[in-house]
């Protein structure tokens, strides 16, 4: 960083110099030679524009962090105590973790072992899980069956959220349904249910949700003030849920 200060501070010098009075007073013949002179410092010394890079992605993140911090505050009850979502582990517990997730998702497949032995280890910990149908057509439809499942048999849902999103194959109305009927839940009684009480709301409600949250992509977790994306390991999260215990963040 102290490269990019002396180079800032050299093409500061050499822009006070070549511009002594405003740009707009700048003839056209002065205006190319100082551009051409930026130019040529750049090529000679791309680097900067890595650094330059770098330090706008990190404003970026701040300022998307600061977003996601706000939309937390002011959708709370929607995050951790909807009653359209699932909650395993235990429903008391000291600290929540809310994933979005789909069930056509690889990374939350490979996250699925996270969630399960963050459960058997933590036994104070609260998992929300928040169906967020993003990656086309039958991820619609196999969260459609699952919300049909979750309201028929809500004591059956952790095996059939395992079941499905641990499915080699696409999950789609046919592979949820055989996941259901595997589970003693049948075909009829999901379509009937899916009639009854369609999901279309819910579904429209998490995608505004996460909307305001930033939330582009799955597995996205939300430990108390923080917005985490990504698969982040049971590593990260444990430690996330450690220091909510401790202080009261993520981040002590």
């Not at 709370?76 to 789909?102: C, M, Q, R, W, Y």
């Not at 949820?176 to 379509?191: H, P, Q």
């Not at 369609?198 to 949700?209: E, H, K, M, R, S």
């Amino acid at each position: 960083m102290a490269f990019f200060s002396k180079s800032f501070t050299a093409l500061a010098l050499a822009a006070s110099i070549a511009l002594p009075f405003p740009a707009a007073a700048l003839d056209d013949q002065q205006k190319k030679e100082f551009g051409e002179f930026i130019k040529q410092y750049l090529l000679e010394n791309p680097e900067i524009m890595l650094e330059v890079q770098d330090a706008l992605q990190k404003k970026q993140e701040a300022a998307r962090l600061v977003k996601a911090n706000m939309a937390i505050e002011e959708n709370t009850a929607d995050i951790f105590s909807s009653k359209n979502d699932v909650t395993l582990g235990n429903p008391k517990g000291d600290v929540t973790v809310v994933e979005f997730f789909d069930y056509n998702c690889s990374y939350c497949r490979h996250a699925l072992p996270d969630m399960q032995a963050m459960l058997k280890k933590d036994k104070n910990v609260r998992f929300v899980l928040k169906e967020f149908p993003i990656l086309g057509p039958d991820s619609v439809a196999a969260h459609k069956v699952a919300d049909a499942f979750r309201r028929l048999a809500p004591e059956k849902y952790a095996d059939f959220h395992v079941a499905l999103l641990g499915h080699a194959g696409r999950a789609s109305d046919e592979t949820a349904m055989a996941v259901a009927a595997s589970l003693g839940v049948s075909e009829d009684k999901i379509r009937a249910e899916m009639a009854k009480s369609p999901n279309d709301g819910i579904v429209q409600a998490t995608y505004q949700l996460a909307s305001s949250l930033g939330i582009s992509g799955t597995p996205s977790y939300v430990i108390g003030n923080e917005l985490v994306p990504g698969a982040v390991g049971l590593d990260d999260l444990e430690a996330k849920v450690k220091n909510m215990r401790s202080c009261g963040k993520t981040a002590c």
